[in-house]
Nanobody, 128 residues
């Protein structure tokens, strides 16, 4: 069973930093692309960062480019998102997602990659 568990969210002041983690299990983490997305209540999900299986490909949405950094540790089966220079507009629930070879009910395609699994999310609140 695929499991993705996000952690590291919290309350931070504008200009501050956080590092989110996503612990993965139940699949071969090192051969799958991964992604981070976020959702503000009442708005659609925005996918913001993608990393290839061996970090050979990294993509960012314009809204976070230059401020957020995605990385993965294949030895620890863990995905990360470093959030720097946080702004109030970054307040959202943050989710990680894993590539899937088979279609799932929650699957979607972003930047040409099919992602089939999500975690439950971790809340990031940026406020003074």
């Amino acid at each position: 069973e695929v499991q993705l568990v996000e952690s590291g969210g919290g309350l931070v002041q504008p200009g501050g930093s956080l590092r989110l983690s996503c612990a993965a299990s139940g699949f071969s983490f090192k051969v799958q692309a991964m992604a981070w997305g976020r959702q503000v209540p009442g708005k659609g999900l925005e996918w913001i960062a993608l990393i290839g299986s061996s970090a050979d490909r990294i993509v960012y949405a314009d809204s976070v480019k230059g401020r957020f950094t995605i990385s993965k540790d294949n030895a620890k089966n863990t995905l990360y998102l470093q959030l720097d220079s946080l702004q109030t507009e970054d307040t959202a629930m943050y989710y990680c997602a894993s590539e899937a070879k088979q279609r799932t009910l929650l699957g979607f395609v972003w930047r040409g990659v099919y992602f089939g699994y999500w975690g439950r999310g971790t809340q990031v609140t940026v406020s003074s």
